[in-house]
């Protein structure tokens, strides 16, 4: 009896120690492990619950919004304003200018791009042969222009700038103004040089468009500040 007991206490002893260590495991950094585990196994079941069909569907509306906030283009339908200043600018002289304008005025920004770009030898002045002096001593001489503006209707006015090249507008301008139909629009140039002024400079043009509202032009150095182009600006009255 003795020994029966003894074995009913050994046994008794032995399930009580398994219980207490049981109750005692660590419930600290691997019960959390789990736990953020199954939040990520969630996560990941919410995300791929989508059919193919849907998935294709929202990735193709990322992509719609994607496209929607690219940068405008002239000539889109995406901008209310009204005012374009169209620019050429060979030496990049007239294109400041040209973005102070535009940023003063909250006006859409448009280069006049040739299709066969001027090099530093085309702009040789005492050379009788280079490109722009070929073009120069030829009235009816229209370089061709990269691109263009796909609806110029919906501006009212538009500024026209160029550099000053032999006292006149570069024979791209003359191009520029062909190419579009400005009845009932106001259109305003000007231009940059180092020492010529504006004089005649834009006679061509007024004549290549007769039917629109030419303002006086005005001459710029490629240094103006903004202060002084948007004065110039506002001292025109434009509705």
């Known amino acids: ?19 207490c260590t049981s109750s005692n495991e660590p419930t600290g950094n691997d019960s959390n492990t789990g736990s953020s585990q199954n939040v990520m196994d969630n996560s990941q079941t919410e995300d791929n619950s989508m059919t193919p069909a849907e998935t294709e569907s929202q990735n193709k509306q990322s992509s719609e919004t994607s496209d929607d906030d690219s940068a405008f283009e002239p000539g889109s339908e995406s901008k209310d304003s009204k005012i374009l200043v169209a620019y050429f600018s060979a030496t990049n002289n007239t294109e400041g200018v040209a973005q102070k304008l535009a940023d003063g005025l909250g006006a859409d920004l448009y280069e006049i791009v040739p299709e066969q770009p001027y090099t530093d030898e ?19 001489s229209r370089p061709v222009i990269s691109g263009g503006i796909s609806n110029m209707e ?16 570069p024979r791209i301008m003359s ?65």
Request: include cysteine; glycine fraction near 8%; charged fraction near 15%.
């Open 122 to 140: 085309d702009l040789d002045y005492g050379n009788s042969k280079s490109r722009s002096s070929v073009e120069m001593n030829d009235p009816g």
């Open 1 to 19: 009896m003795k020994k029966i007991a003894m074995i009913l206490l050994a046994v008794l002893m032995t399930l009580s120690l398994a219980a």
């Open 175 to 239: 191009t520029f103004i062909e190419s579009y139909d400005f009845s009932g629009k106001t259109l305003v140039a000007f231009c940059t040089s180092a020492s010529s002024g504006f004089g005649s400079s834009d006679s061509a043009l007024k004549s290549a468009a007769s039917t629109a509202t030419w303002l006086d032009g005005h001459r710029f150095s490629a240094g103006a500040s903004a202060e002084d182009v948007l004065a110039w600006a506002n001292g025109l009255e434009i509705n």
């Open 154 to 169: 919906q501006y009212d006015v538009v500024f026209i700038g160029y550099p000053i090249w032999w006292g006149e507008a």
